[in-house]
Structure formats: structure tokens, C-alpha cells
């Protein structure tokens, strides 16, 4: 499942921010699955 908030989180990983990234947002909307699919993709180690 491919959303647009997706594209946010590469925006943010690309910026070097080190400033948190916080989401908030209604209760199930796909939070928690959005954030583990992109850390799946794009980190080595994550928790």
C-alpha cells in the first residue's frame, strides 16, 4: 500500500534533519504501518 505521506518521509530522510520526526494523526489510518513499511525500506537497523 502505497500512500503519499511516503513521499514526505523520503523528503524528511533526504533533508538530514536531525530534528524528530513526529506523526500524529486519527486512530486507524495507518501510522504505525506507514512508518514500519519505510523503515523496513530504507533502514538497516531500526527498532
Same mark, same amino acid.
Given at each position: 500500500?502505497? @500512500?503519499?505521506?511516503?513521499?514526505? $518521509? $523520503?523528503?524528511? &530522510?533526504? &533533508?538530514?534533519? $536531525?530534528?524528530? $520526526?513526529? =506523526? =500524529?494523526?486519527? @486512530?486507524? =489510518?495507518? &501510522?504505525?504501518?506507514?512508518?514500519?513499511? !519505510?523503515? @523496513?525500506?530504507? !533502514?538497516?537497523?531500526?527498532?
Amino acid at each position: 500500500m502505497f @500512500r503519499e505521506f511516503y513521499n514526505c $518521509l $523520503l523528503n524528511w &530522510k533526504e &533533508k538530514n534533519i $536531525l530534528t524528530p $520526526l513526529m =506523526v =500524529v494523526g486519527a @486512530r486507524q =489510518v495507518g &501510522k504505525t504501518y506507514i512508518i514500519d513499511a !519505510f523503515c @523496513r525500506d530504507n !533502514f538497516d537497523d531500526y527498532i
